[in-house]
């Protein structure tokens, strides 16, 4: 399991995997390598300024990129066909995050408020202070593999996060806001389940939408897939030829009639500190499929929609603390 991992210093770096498996390649990769041999290998030999390869096997084999015969290490098929390509690192990236996944270790490491996003330099950015001493290990591999980048802006506190591993991690924690009245656990469990796939729907079409409105020359950023407190659920352009994010989108969806909403504090403060450059943003799920569908998209909602007395508002929770 990906916890027996934490007790060891180093689980390895792309040039150590690259010298490991062409060692068992240079004897024949049918042949394999014992873990004896391989100690021998490497003692003392330094690679990325470490000689001490401690968790390297056991990742190897956790992960699936070497596997053990008759007590010898042999190669996945599947890594050989990367072995001389830009592909070999990607791949065993991908499997280390995949295996933090299973292992669920990528939830119990980043938690709420792990992320932000650098609207500045449009960058996904992993909070230092995520990693806790037991998975400095961890974060270290990550960073060897380039999944966390090490930014040369010394203002970006923090790892960014690398676009070609982003995928992996959207949607780590799941929020969604429901009215939780008098139901049962499974009542509960199937409305927080349709209410985030509303959620997803809802914003899945506003992402397609932009590009879309934008021509498909723009790049756009659905933030919350990896950031659930951002404020906005995506990070769009005005126009085409904006150089810089200047559309902060709040998506809501509705079902017909007239549109209501839940505002959370965390989005009232973004639409408050963002004025024109936010957006809500409001989806009818009951017209979503059909073609040349527009959502109703409002400006500025701070000033047009919570200073406006066409709009009503209620408050549906009171924070109560003992005085």
Not at 64 to 70: Q, T
Not at 113 to 132: E, Q, T
Not at 314 to 320: D, L, V
């Amino acid at each position: 399991m990906m916890k027996n991992l934490l007790k060891y210093r180093n689980l390895g770096t792309p040039n150590f995997f690259f010298f490991l498996i062409s060692e068992i390649i240079k004897r024949g990769k049918e042949s394999g390598l014992s873990q004896d041999k391989i100690k021998q290998i490497t003692f003392n030999k330094k690679i990325d300024g470490r000689s001490v390869y401690d968790g390297c096997i056991p990742l190897a084999l956790e992960i699936g990129i070497l596997y053990e015969k008759d007590n010898l290490l042999l190669i996945d098929n599947l890594l050989l066909k990367n072995i001389n390509n830009n592909k070999f690192k990607e791949n065993i990236a991908e499997r280390i995050i995949q295996y933090m996944i299973n292992e669920d270790e990528l939830n119990s490491i980043f938690k709420k408020n792990a992320f932000h996003y650098d609207v500045m330099n449009k960058l996904i950015v992993v909070n230092k202070n995520v990693f806790s001493l037991k998975h400095s290990n961890y974060k270290q591999l990550l960073i060897d593999f380039e999944v966390l980048l090490i930014h040369s802006d010394i203002h970006i506190q923090g790892y960014v996060l690398n676009k070609k591993y982003k995928s992996f991690f959207e949607k780590l924690f799941p929020v969604v806001n429901t009215n939780r009245r008098n139901i049962s656990v499974e009542e509960f469990k199937q409305s927080l389940e349709r209410n985030e796939r509303y959620g997803m729907e809802a914003e899945e079409f506003v992402f397609n939408f932009e590009l879309k409105r934008l021509n498909q020359v723009k790049e756009i950023e659905w933030i919350s897939r990896y950031i659930v407190n951002a404020g906005y659920d995506i990070v769009s352009y005005n126009h085409e030829n904006d150089s810089n994010h200047n559309r902060f989108i709040e998506v809501k969806s509705y079902s017909g009639g007239n549109p209501s909403f839940y505002w959370s504090k965390n989005e009232l403060k973004e639409s408050k500190r963002r004025l024109s450059n936010y957006w809500i943003y409001l989806v009818d799920r009951t017209k979503i499929l059909e073609e040349d569908y527009d959502p109703i998209m409002i400006n500025n909602p701070f000033n047009t929609i919570f200073k406006n007395e066409n709009w009503s508002k209620s408050i549906e929770n009171y924070k109560i603390q003992q005085v």
